[in-house]
């Protein structure tokens, strides 16, 4: 080997890809089969199981696929802590759920 050549390692190009299953994130496809459950626990034994359970799974899979497509990943997430926050966040206003750590009868902060 030469002295001036440099070491090269061989590393894998996707390190920092997220897991995917048929192109849904992990979170995705946690919804999906929660969906999947809840209906088939409310509409399991009635004559509306194949178009509640399977149509509604199917049909809330194929829009998260075409609404998530070209949006950053965890884009459900960050969406839905967006609509949860509050609107207006007050700089000056006294936080009402702070409370000092106290050790040995003072106040560390």
């Not at 070491?7 to 946690?30: A, M, W």
């Not at 509050?86 to 206003?93: D, I, L, M, Q, Y």
Request: aromatic share 14%; hydrophobic share 40%.
């Amino acid at each position: 080997m030469n002295e001036n050549s440099l070491l090269v390692s061989h590393v894998p190009r996707t390190l920092e890809t997220k897991s995917k299953i048929f192109g849904f994130e992990l979170g995705d496809v946690l919804i999906l089969f929660l969906n999947l459950s809840l209906q088939n626990l409310v509409f399991g034994e009635s004559s509306f199981k194949y178009p509640m359970v399977y149509g509604s799974t199917a049909i809330l899979g194929f829009i998260m696929f075409f609404v998530k497509r070209g949006k950053p990943d965890s884009y459900l997430q960050h969406l839905s802590q967006y609509m949860i926050s509050p609107t207006v966040f007050f700089a000056g206003k006294v936080d009402q759920k702070f409370k000092p750590i106290q050790w040995k009868g003072r106040d560390l902060c």
